[in-house]
């Protein structure tokens, strides 16, 4: 192990130069999705980090792993984040250890040649080494990328469900795509957590975006309405298409409680009406006047 350690020390600044050669030869035209001073930056980091570990590697230990409070591991997973965010792909993560472990041994084989005993036990250790810090690598990545798309679909959801403030009193939630369990979810806890902050006594719920209509989507609808109701706001239902309207009738889903109106021009109409509020035009009004 400490033949090794030194021959990294020794070859450093090479190693890293052939290393980002070999890392833009496997990127080609995406390699400029890391700046050039960054990637060396992270080059010189981890190859300094692994040659910290190098002692404790135990090439008899086929599940070795690096230390987990290691500089090595840190350093992974802030490169895991990075290239996750910057859209990097996995086999263009595991291409980066792949490289320097190739890099490395070649090396190792114009050091020491092919049928040196210690560059043979050294090429063996380096390829182990290697093979498991690939690993780690991609754990790394793969579970910054995991929390990422999390992160994401968290964010669409909330965008694709909002609640909209039209009056005072008055919410807007209009729906477009379609609507599963976990979207279901995140509309009844937005338009809840709207109405008790707003007082809303009336909210709009537009589904001229919905495209389709099934027992499950008519099921998480009247779920939301009758929390809304039970907090005191009554609920319109606009933009039922009218072969939305056929299957709803046809799958027995009884709308007795709520009102519906054909566009949403209609129910902001019947929405003032309930909130015994009005809307004229200035010329009405100044000619009154």
Not at 29 to 58: G, K, T, Y
Not at 89 to 107: C, H, N, P, Q, W
Not at 179 to 185: C, F, G, H, K, L
Request: one cysteine or more; a negative charge; glycine letters at 6%.
């Amino acid at each position: 192990m400490q033949i090794l350690e030194a021959f990294l020390q020794e070859h450093f600044t090479s190693l890293i130069t052939d290393w980002q050669t070999a890392i833009a030869d496997s990127w080609r035209e995406r390699q400029n999705l890391i700046a050039e001073d960054v990637l060396n930056q992270q080059c010189s980091r981890l190859l300094e980090e692994i040659i910290a570990v190098v002692p404790l590697f135990n090439t008899s230990d086929l599940s070795w792993e690096p230390p987990q409070d290691s500089g090595l591991i840190t350093m992974l997973q802030e490169v895991g984040n990075l290239w996750a965010h910057q859209g990097l792909r996995a086999t263009e993560t595991t291409g980066f250890i792949i490289a320097l472990k190739y890099t490395v041994s070649d090396r190792l084989e114009e050091s020491f040649g092919h049928d040196s005993n210690t560059g043979i036990d050294l090429k063996k250790t380096n390829d182990r080494l290697m093979d498991r810090l690939l690993i780690v690598c991609h754990e790394a990545f793969t579970r910054s990328r995991e929390k990422l798309i999390k992160q994401q679909s968290h964010a669409l959801l909330e965008l694709s469900s909002p609640v909209v403030k039209m009056w005072q009193r008055m919410l807007l939630v209009p729906l477009i795509g379609v609507i599963d369990t976990t979207r279901a979810r995140q509309i009844t806890e937005s338009l809840l957590s709207e109405i008790a902050k707003q007082e809303a006594l009336v909210t709009i719920i537009d589904l001229t975006g919905v495209p389709v209509f099934d027992t499950a989507v008519a099921g998480h609808l009247m779920k939301t309405i009758k929390a809304a109701q039970m907090l005191g706001c009554r609920v319109l239902m606009t933009g039922i298409s009218p072969e939305g309207a056929m299957v709803l009738t046809k799958l027995g889903i009884d709308f007795h409680d709520v009102i519906t109106r054909g566009n949403l021009h209609s129910g902001v109409c019947e929405g003032f009406r309930m909130l015994n509020l009005a809307v004229t035009s200035s010329e009405t009004a100044s000619h009154g006047a």
